[in-house]
Nanobody, 110 residues
Framework: VQLQASGGGLVQAGGSLELSCAAS????????MGWYRQAPGKQRELVAA???????NYADSVKGRATISKDAAKNALVLRVTGLTPEDTAVYYC?????WGQGTLVTVSS
C-alpha cells in the first residue's frame, strides 16, 4: 500500500490542523491505523489510533482536542487537532496496518 500524508505546515498557537493520509488500497479493512508524531529530540509517540470497528484511542496530550477518523470519499485516515500549542510541533506520521507514511511537519508558532 502506498501512503501520501498531507496537511502539515505552519500554524499559529490556538489554531487547528487537519492531516490526511491517503492510501492506494482500501483502508476500511485495516484492523489498526494511527497517527504518530516525533518532536525534535524526542521519541516517536502515538497521537491517536482507530480500529477497524471504529473504536478510538488518544494520547493524554491531545485528548479532547483531537479527532481521528476515516474518510471514505478520499480513502484516507484523517486527524484533526484544535487548540494547538508549540508543544504540538512535530513531524506527524500515519501508520496504516504497520505501513508508515512519509511524515508531514507541523510547526506551531507562539
Amino acid at each position: 500500500v502506498q501512503l501520501q500524508a498531507s496537511g502539515g505546515g505552519l500554524v499559529q498557537a490556538g489554531g487547528s490542523l487537519e492531516l490526511s493520509c491517503a492510501a492506494s488500497e482500501y483502508i476500511f479493512g485495516i484492523n489498526l491505523m494511527g497517527w504518530y508524531r516525533q518532536a525534535p529530540g524526542k521519541q516517536r509517540e502515538l497521537v491517536a489510533a482507530i480500529m477497524k470497528a471504529g473504536m478510538t484511542n488518544y494520547a493524554d496530550s491531545v485528548k479532547g482536542r483531537a479527532t481521528i477518523s476515516k474518510d471514505a470519499a478520499k480513502n484516507a485516515l484523517v486527524l484533526r487537532v484544535t487548540g494547538l500549542t508549540p508543544e504540538d510541533t512535530a513531524v506527524y506520521y500515519c501508520n496504516l496496518g504497520g505501513k508508515w507514511g512519509q511524515g508531514t511537519l507541523v510547526t506551531v508558532s507562539s
